[in-house]
């Protein structure tokens, strides 16, 4: 067998063949299947790809999807794609696809039949939770969970099982966003959308690269400033990107500097009168939270926050002191430019959105740098209008339908949070669960879940649809701790990876269509796919994976539904946890006639602002109500600048930022296997300021080791290619499942989300 090196390395060399067999326009194969005599069948599904959630057409012949074109009908890309949704259905057919089961004898992988490692996943189960207890079993799922997927995980595990040890991936992407919006406004995800774009005059991206990671947002941005060149787009920034290069204006400030500048913002807004007074005196209250809160680096780490009320001008001199002379300091922002930025913001006549992603949400102050963010748009009025909008985008095409909206993290349910008696009773209710089966108390997050199975307080975990051996901060500790003695992992998968590397058991997951699935994407858009093409060998769904388990673990009368209709009968299900005008979810047959419908939507009738009178039905009176919050008031929170966990120093003098390209997705599992995009970028590699390499020596493609206090790694360094970093940092992009930068990278977290910061820890940096 090939081993994925090799396979990686021969692909690159036959991939100007492959790149050949593409057919021109929007077709594309694999391999040159000649057209069939009844052509091709076009259906509907969301890309597989990014939470923008572009609507696709698939084209499939002789029961292999050849070809993909953007769906004119989707509102998000309007037949638009960018090269990953294009190219999306090459993922489906590569070389080493998982197609059966296998099972560690011996320290060796052997093939079984897909039954007997399903029945050997449920009597470990069992196993563990008879002589360890229910919290010794876990579930890490993902934001490319499907919503069926992670409802049955949720219900097995918090409803069936009895653990709160249900977590996903979206804890390292988008929890600062959810516990920003909680914090700001009581209920989670954005009150615009994208037809925001359609109507603004600004657009500032607080360290959201999105010409690479939201490519047909960005283009929507970009077309509006062609059709109106007063539009402004300003690109804030740590590193020099392909957003800075299309943007008006391109500011870089210093790593976490972000919540003093935002801060100065806020400074100037008031200190020059352009604040909505009649805004703030009815739809905002005043608040502030305990202070030098921590980094949680530490195992079993804890911190509570606690609000306590304030006023206006107990906020006003707070903000004293972050005055643009003095951030400019703390920042390296220009004051000028700080003036320049509240000058936008301040301007009553013009209509401002905020984007943000990443850089905003991996930070250890990620809570806090959201509220400083709304802070400037509640200072202004500037929400819930068309136009004026603080949005927080998603990263993955589920982040939102599953992870936030189904509650597949430790602390929430379908409908709300594990501590509230109201939430679990209505879980118990509609789960056909004794109330008391559901558990109170939050048990791990993310980080603190691999920590728990490295200390041996968890046993089991269940991996579906993520590759945390490769995505993990600190990597080195949680993958010693998985491969431990009396640590049973199983691992769902397409294909094979450092993840199932280190599984006891692999279950070749059906991919995308070639299973029904629904999503949800970033601006609450809910879109339905059906099956279109046969999952390859005994390949089954995560859902009816974890269907099989239940079953077998006693707990089939939770999960009675048939293998034709499941996907149905638990959208139906799920459904009942969101009745009412704040979050009424489509129906299933008006998400199989749409590309996508919109939340709430009662009475059929999609809410495209949320919080105001003229759009959601949900808001009483005649224009804004923040009804999220017990007082129907937006929280401004007085947040300060605290620096970073790590910052560099005399030993390690650089930043180590880390990210995405556009042409890869994640650890690369799926885009390295598109011959085009793998030969596009075929190597992980290090991207340094031109002058540091100019003083140290280093020429485009030498060979750079880079050192952290956990650990150290060689890689080409690239010198003005993709992406410019600063002077005094380095940037490594995370694709690359052979030079694995999260062996480098630090587990701080912000104490509030839980969410680590990938985006700032020191290192060395040495010609090799
Ligand atoms: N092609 C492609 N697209 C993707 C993905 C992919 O893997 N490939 N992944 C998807 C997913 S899951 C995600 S989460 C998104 C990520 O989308 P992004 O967040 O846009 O991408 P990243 O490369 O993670 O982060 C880059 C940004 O972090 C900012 N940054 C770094 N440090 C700081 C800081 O201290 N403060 C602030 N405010 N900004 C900072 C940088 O300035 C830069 O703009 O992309 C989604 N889209
Ligand atoms: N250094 C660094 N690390 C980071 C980040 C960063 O910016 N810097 N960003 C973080 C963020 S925002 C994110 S979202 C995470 C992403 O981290 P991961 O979720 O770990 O990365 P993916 O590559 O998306 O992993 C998805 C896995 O699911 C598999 N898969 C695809 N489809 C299916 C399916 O239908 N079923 C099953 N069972 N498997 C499937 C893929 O082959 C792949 O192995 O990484 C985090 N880690
Ligand atoms: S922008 Fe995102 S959702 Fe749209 S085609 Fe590209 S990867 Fe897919
Ligand atoms: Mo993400």
Not at 441 to 470: C, S
Not at 578 to 600: C, D, F, I, K
């Amino acid at each position: 067998m090939l081993s994925r090196r090799e396979l990686f390395k021969g692909m690159a060399m036959a991939a100007a063949a492959a790149a050949q067999q593409v057919f021109p326009g929007v077709l594309f194969a694999t391999t040159a299947v000649p057209p069939s005599a009844n052509g091709l069948s076009w259906k509907k599904a969301p890309c597989r790809f990014c939470g923008t959630g572009c609507g696709l057409l698939i084209g499939v012949d002789n029961g292999r999807a050849v070809a993909v074109k953007g769906d004119p009908a989707s509102s998000v890309n309007r037949g638009l794609c960018c090269v990953k949704g294009y190219h999306s259905v090459m993922a489906l057919y590569g070389k080493d696809r998982l197609t059966h089961a296998l099972v560690r004898r011996n320290g060796q992988m052997v093939k079984v039949p897909m039954q007997e490692a399903l029945d050997l996943v449920a009597s470990k189960l069992k196993e563990t939770i008879q002589q360890s207890g229910k919290d010794s079993v876990s579930i890490y799922g993902s934001g490319q969970w499907t919503i069926p997927d992670g409802y049955a995980a949720s219900k097995l595990f918090k409803g069936g099982i009895g653990t709160n040890n249900v977590e996903a991936n979206a804890r390292l992407c988008m929890s600062s966003a959810v516990t920003g919006f909680m914090t700001s406004f009581g209920l989670d995800e954005p009150m615009g959308c994208y037809d925001d774009i359609d109507h603004a005059d600004v657009f500032v991206l607080w360290g959201n690269n999105m010409a690479e990671m939201h490519p047909v947002l960005f283009s929507r941005m970009l077309e509006r400033r062609v059709t109106n060149p007063n539009i402004k787009i300003i690109d804030l920034a740590t590193r020099w990107t392909r957003t800075s290069m299309a943007a008006d204006r391109s500011i870089l400030f210093r790593p976490q500097s972000d919540l003093a500048v935002a801060n100065a913002i806020c400074h100037e807004l008031i200190r020059n009168g352009w604040t909505n007074s009649a805004f703030i005196q009815n739809h905002v209250s005043f608040h502030e939270g305990k202070i030098n809160i921590g980094y949680g680096t530490q195992d079993k780490f804890a911190f509570t926050d606690e609000a306590k009320s304030t006023s206006l001008a107990e906020f006003k001199k707070r903000l004293e002191e972050y005055t643009p002379e003095k951030v400019e300091q703390i920042s390296g922002v220009p004051a000028k430019d700080i003036r320049y930025l509240a000058s936008l913001y301040g301007d009553p006549a013009k209509k401002c959105v905020s984007f943000w992603c990443m850089g905003m949400n991996q930070h250890s102050r990620g809570t806090w740098i959201q509220n400083n963010v709304y802070n400037i748009h509640l200072l202004t009025g500037k929400i819930s209008t068309p136009g004026n909008s603080p949005f927080s985008l998603t990263g993955q095409p589920s982040a939102c339908g599953t992870v936030r909206e189904v509650g597949t993290l430790t602390n929430r349910l379908p409908h709300g949070e594990t501590t509230n008696e109201k939430d679990r009773q209505m879980a118990a209710e509609i789960w056909g669960v004794p109330v008391a089966n559901i558990p109170v108390k939050p048990t791990y997050h993310t980080v603190e879940m691999f920590r728990a199975l490295d200390r041996g307080d968890i046993k089991f975990m269940w991996i579906q649809v993520t590759n945390p051996m490769v995505t993990m901060p600190k990597l080195k500790r949680y993958r010693d701790g998985m491969k431990k003695d009396g640590r049973f992992v199983v691992v769902s998968d397409v294909y094979p990876t450092p993840t199932t590397d280190i599984a006891d058991v692999i279950l070749p997951s059906a991919f995308w269509i070639e299973r029904e699935g629904i999503f949800g994407n970033s601006e609450r858009r809910t879109q339905q796919w059906d099956q279109l093409v046969d999952p390859p060998g005994e390949a089954m769904s995560d859902t009816w994976q974890l269907i099989e388990v239940a079953r077998r673990m006693g707990h089939g009368k939770l999960f009675p539904w048939s293998r034709e209709t499941h996907v149905k009968e638990i959208w139906n299900e799920y459904r009942r946890f969101h009745h009412g005008p704040a979050h009424e979810m489509a129906t299933y047959e008006a998400l199989r006639s749409n590309p996508g419908v919109q939340w709430p939507c009662p009475n059929g009738k999609e809410t495209k602002w949320r919080y105001h009178a003229k759009w959601d039905p949900a808001a009483k009176g005649k224009s804004w109500d923040f009804y999220g919050k017990p007082d129907r008031k937006a929280w401004i929170w007085f947040r300060p600048y605290e620096p970073a966990a790590e910052s560099p120093d005399k030993e390690y003098p650089f930043w180590l930022n880390t990210g995405r390209v556009v042409e890869h997705w994640h650890t690369g599992s799926l885009t390295r296997r598109i011959p085009i995009l793998h030969q596009a970028v075929p190597n992980g590699y290090v991207e340094v300021n031109p002058n540091d390499a100019k003083r140290m020596g280093i020429r485009n493609g030498d060979r750079v080791k880079l050192t952290s206090r956990r650990g150290a790694l060689t890689l080409p360094a690239m010198i003005d290619g993709r992406g410019r970093p600063p002077e005094g940092m380095v940037f490594v992009p995370f694709f690359d499942e052979s030079l694995l930068i999260n062996e480098l990278t630090l587990d701080a977290f912000c104490p509030i989300s839980k969410q680590p910061d990938y985006k700032k820890c020191a290192v060395k940096v040495e010609r090799a």
